[in-house]
Every structure is written in C-alpha cells, then in structure tokens.
C-alpha cells in the first residue's frame, strides 16, 4: 500500500510563491506516474501537472509558465513550485499517484489547503 503525504501549503499573497511537496512511503516513481490535482472550493478536482516515469510534464493551460513539477527519485518526493500565485488558485492540493501497469492502481494524499489572498 503506497502512501502519500502533501506539505508546503499555506496563506500567500497574489503574486507570491509556495512549493508543494509530496513523500511516497515508498519508492514508486519508476512504476507510477505521478501528478498534482486540485479542488476550488464547489468545483471538481481537476489535474494541474503531472510527470511521467519516463520524466515528461504536462500542466493545463491555466498554470503553464507559473508551475514546475519536479521529482527527487532519492527522497522519494514530487515537488510543485508555484510561482505569480493569482487568487484562482486557490484549492486544496493533492498528490496522486497512478500505476503503470494492470491493475493501475491510483493512490491520493490527504490534501494541503493553498489560498491566495491580500
């Protein structure tokens, strides 16, 4: 059983930065892809990064340029550098995990509440 555990949220003004971390209980990163996803408050979880086994990213739209996912295979840990935070960004974040492979297990994070507020 794969366990995730979100940290680095918090209370930041527009403009500012935060970066998210995510430790794996274990080493998992060569057999799951791993993303970020995150739930506005009354909108649906949506996926805002994610970075494959193999290394490749992809972000939406909204946050290309301003957001950097990133693994450390050492710590097992996925960063998420948040940069020029706008107040749309405010959600719970969470990290998740999926498998690569049959079953393609799918594992989340107890989330990290990031508000972006003056």
């Known amino acids: 059983q794969v366990q995730l555990v979100e940290s680095g949220g918090g209370l930041v003004q527009p403009g500012g930065s935060l970066r998210l971390s995510c430790v794996a209980s274990t080493s998992i990163f060569s057999r799951h892809d791993m993303g970020w996803y995150r739930q506005p408050p009354g909108k649906q979880r949506e996926l805002v990064a994610s970075i494959t086994t193999g290394g490749r990213t992809n972000y939406v739209d909204a946050v290309k340029g301003r957001f950097t996912i990133s693994s450390d295979n050492a710590k097992n840990t996925v960063y998420l550098q948040m940069n020029s935070l706008k107040p749309e960004d405010t959600a719970v974040y969470y990290c998740?995990?999926?498998?690569?492979?049959?079953?393609?297990?799918?594992?989340w994070g107890q989330g990290t509440q990031v508000t972006v507020s003056s």
């Open positions: 998740g995990a999926r498998l690569i492979y049959v079953p393609f297990n799918s594992y």
